[in-house]
């Protein structure tokens, strides 16, 4: 069994910053390409950025893209989402995922295995 607890969340002014953590534990990290995902109040939940298994490759929302940066220290068994430029429209709870069987760039929610319980980020504009 695989834990993720993410940590790092908070309140915001718009064009702030926040760095997000995904911590894992249970199982080895590099096992599994890793993703973020959020859910904003009344809205799907919507894919963010995936990373690889051992952090070479990215791949990024086109709504994030330029602001928002994962990466992975596997020794640590930690992720990270460097969240920047923050937007009112970045407000939601925000999710580490954790994707065993499908290939790392996994974009679907019911790609990934495990799931943390997620990190509220608000944006006051």
């Known amino acids: 069994q695989v834990q993720l607890v993410e940590s790092g969340g908070g309140l915001v002014q718009a064009g702030g910053s926040l760095r997000l953590s995904c911590a894992v534990s249970?199982?080895?990290?590099?096992?599994?390409?890793m993703g973020w995902f959020r859910q904003a109040p009344g809205k799907e939940r919507e894919f963010v950025a995936a990373?690889?298994?051992?952090?070479?490759?990215?791949l990024y929302a086109d709504s994030v893209k330029g602001r928002f940066t994962i990466s992975r220290d596997n020794a640590k068994n930690t992720v990270y989402l460097q969240t920047d430029n923050l937007k009112a429209e970045d407000t939601a709870v925000y999710h580490c995922?954790?994707?065993?069987?499908?290939?790392?760039?996994?974009?679907?929610?019911?790609?990934?295995?495990?799931w943390g319980q997620g990190t509220q980020v608000t944006v006051a504009s």
């Open positions: 249970g199982r080895t990290l590099s096992n599994y390409a």
């Open positions: 990373i690889s298994r051992i952090g070479g490759s990215t």
């Open positions: 995922a954790a994707n065993w069987r499908s290939a790392w760039n996994a974009i679907y929610g019911y790609q990934y295995d495990y």
